[in-house]
């Protein structure tokens, strides 16, 4: 290998690749950038020349030339603590990351819940250091989606965007009303009719969808909702004890309650057992989501199954395969779901 004249070895570069190769400078370009117009054998030759010297190509000047940087943005519309402590967005990371590994691209993770964080990130992806973004979690108030789609940021939501004024054209969603209906019908069939809802926030669209399934359902039965019986959550372990609390504390007394998330549902299992109130055989409980610790609570969590690993492999999908190529002005895809029956309903 050639010698730099203090005797340290040099960074291989793109002229000794093609000297290697026998080929011209910009026949490697075309390679390196994944060229259809190369030939299998001059593509094999300079693969073998990248290989045997150990060639990096760079990536700054490689996005500069593609416009490409091989990297997908993951904004996590939630506080921090709710990333690392939240299984539903292990489950989306999980999915989406398997995809980009599959196609090689890199991953980058934020959150952003503040007015600052979101102005701070938002500068950031427009600033074309990523291919694309995925959007989770997002609320009534965040600015994400407008300002992206301004850039010309090829996006995709996971979950629809709560306000209209939200663009979202590529967008992967779960069967949200269609969970809660099954988890309310279920609870009918077991004679239950004094039932309640915690529900996930209003400023999301997966908490508006939830109480509309329990109230679609609970309408065709011809039953009556107490107002007492309807307590907003946060989706949070901590967020369904205080609703649970709120609900016990105002004088409602429900035979069966529809849970719009697992965490909050063990929140409010914790509450339950403090009041000295045995699940099922007082009061019977029903979740959504079907996580992990839905698996593990005392007694196991009968809950709404929703796919969220598939979510994240199909918003990774969609991104790569069809919005940022453009092949596609609009795509929506919806997750079903199913009810696991378990000991607490």
């Given amino acids: 290998m050639a010698k730099s004249g203090d005797g340290g ?9 093609a000297e290697r190769a026998g080929v011209g400078r910009g026949t490697v370009s075309r390679v390196i950038n994944g060229s259809a117009q190369v030939s299998p054998r001059t593509r094999e030759a300079v693969h073998n020349a990248i290989a ?3 060639y990096s190509p760079n990536q700054a000047a490689r996005t500069l030339v593609t416009r490409r940087t091989d990297t997908i943005a993951l904004v996590v519309s939630e506080p921090r603590d709710r990333l690392f402590s939240d299984p539903f967005f292990a489950d989306i990371i ?7 590994h599959e196609r090689d691209l890199q991953l980058m993770l934020t959150t ?12 950031y992806l427009s600033g074309f250091h990523v291919d694309g973004a995925l959007l989770v979690s997002l609320h009534r108030d965040d600015p ?8 010309g940021v090829p996006v995709v939501h996971g979950g629809r965007p709560h306000s209209p004024e939200q663009p979202a054209p590529f967008c992967v969603d779960i069967d949200n009303v269609g969970g809660a209906e099954q988890a309310v019908r279920y609870l009918l069939e077991q004679g239950h009719r004094r039932i309640a809802t915690i529900s996930g ?11 509309r399934g329990y109230q679609r359902v609970m309408a065709e039965a011809g039953l009556d909702i107490d107002d007492r019986f309807v307590v907003q959550g946060d989706f949070s372990v901590e967020g369904g004890a205080r609703a649970m609390e709120r609900l016990l504390d105002g004088g409602a007394e429900p035979d069966a309650i529809f849970v719009a998330s697992d965490m909050m549902a063990i929140g409010g299992l914790r509450v339950l057992r403090s009041r000295g109130l045995r699940v099922p055989d007082d009061i019977a409980l029903i979740g959504h989501d079907d996580t992990l610790m839905a698996q593990h609570s005392d007694p196991a969590l009968t809950t709404v199954h929703q796919p969220t690993v598939q979510m994240g492999r199909e918003m990774a999908r969609l991104l790569v ?16 779901t199913h009810l696991v029956t378990r000991e607490s309903a």
């Fill in 9 to 17: 070895r040099r960074r291989p570069t793109l002229e000794m690749v």
């Fill in 52 to 54: 045997e010297l150990g």
């Fill in 144 to 151: 994400l989606s407008e300002r992206l789609a301004s850039a």
């Fill in 321 to 336: 395969d069809v919005a940022i190529p453009r092949v596609s002005g609009s795509e929506t895809i919806i997750l079903a």
């Fill in 201 to 211: 926030p209003l400023d999301m669209n997966a908490g508006v969808e939830r109480l």
């Fill in 112 to 123: 952003a819940r503040s007015e600052i964080e979101h102005k701070r990130v938002g500068d």
């Fill in 94 to 100: 999980r999915g989406v990351s398997s995809v980009l």
